[in-house]
């Protein structure tokens, strides 16, 4: 208790330093030097006031900020709405994809843990395929599937399948031997035994590439989104970048950290879950 305490102090010690930088770096020029002087008495509040810094200051977002809590799902028009809709479009698409590809890499991880000839006759395949950009598909499937959202899913889709499948295959193979033994031993059925004693075994492994692979497509929906326009957080802060309002950007760069820590925390509170019940 004393730790985390003495970690949460040093956090908000560190957010203070941060925060006082900023608010000094946004300071209107010639404010501070202007407002003792007596040239200031002479020219007016014009000179006190100084060129102010296009950056906001903390004080800015933290008015912009509340803006959007206020009214984070309005709907105004294809380019006007609430952050909250914009996270929502965000989070279905990552939630579609990132689904899509655990029914297919936690089965096809199995056999290739299970089985060394189906390892040797994928492995070319996963190691042609895994380093290729998930933005490298997105010209490919907008031209095929014809439509920017399903494109933006199946972006994620391929992001998160690597991680996935490789740690659950990882995991299988790395069975006990003396558990697979004694289940063989006891006539245990391929099924039974897969659900039994190797999903229990692996499934820490398992939960470890899902966690990993949910951070990488949140990452990667954020510049899918930028690129197909429309709706999402992606294209929030892009269009907001066009409309030079640098609070919104600001905002928005906010919850995508919001939101990214949410979703890690929600697996790695799974992950424990999964390891203490082992």
């Excluded at 952050?83 to 199995?110: D, E, T």
């Excluded at 899902?210 to 990667?220: H, K, Y």
Aim: charged fraction near 15%.
């Amino acid at each position: 208790m004393r730790s985390r305490l003495l970690a949460g102090t040093l956090s908000l010690l560190l957010l203070g330093i941060l925060v006082g930088a900023w608010h000094l770096a946004t300071l209107p020029k010639g404010a501070v030097a202007a407002a003792d002087s007596e040239y200031a008495k002479l020219v007016g509040a014009q000179a006190a006031v100084g060129s102010k810094s296009a950056f906001p200051s903390p004080a800015d977002l933290g008015q912009k900020l509340l803006e959007h809590v206020r009214d984070p799902f309005y709907d105004r028009g294809p380019n006007d709405k609430g952050i909250g809709v914009q996270l929502a479009y965000s989070i279905l698409r990552v939630l579609l994809g990132f689904s899509l590809a655990a029914l297919v890499a936690i089965p096809v991880g199995f056999l290739i843990g299970m089985s060394p000839l189906v390892y040797r006759a994928l492995d070319p395949f996963i190691q042609v395929l895994k380093p290729i950009s998930p933005l490298a598909w997105m010209p490919l499937a907008l031209f095929t599937l014809k439509d920017s959202n399903v494109s933006a899913v199946f972006v994620i889709f391929v992001c998160s399948i690597w991680p996935m499948l490789i740690n659950t295959a990882f995991g299988v193979a790395s069975v006990r031997r003396e558990w697979l033994n004694v289940a063989r031993t006891l006539e245990v059925s391929p099924v039974r035994k897969a659900f039994m004693v190797i999903l229990p075994a692996a499934a820490p492994t398992i939960m470890t590439g899902m966690r990993i692979s949910v951070g990488i497509a949140w990452l990667v929906i954020v510049a899918a989104e930028m690129l197909v326009g429309g709706t999402g957080i992606g294209y929030f802060v892009w269009n907001e970048w066009n409309n030079l309002s640098i609070a919104n950007i600001l905002s928005g760069i906010l919850a995508i950290g919001l939101v990214g820590m949410a979703l890690d925390f929600f697996f790695s509170r799974l992950q424990k879950a999964v390891t203490y019940a082992e």
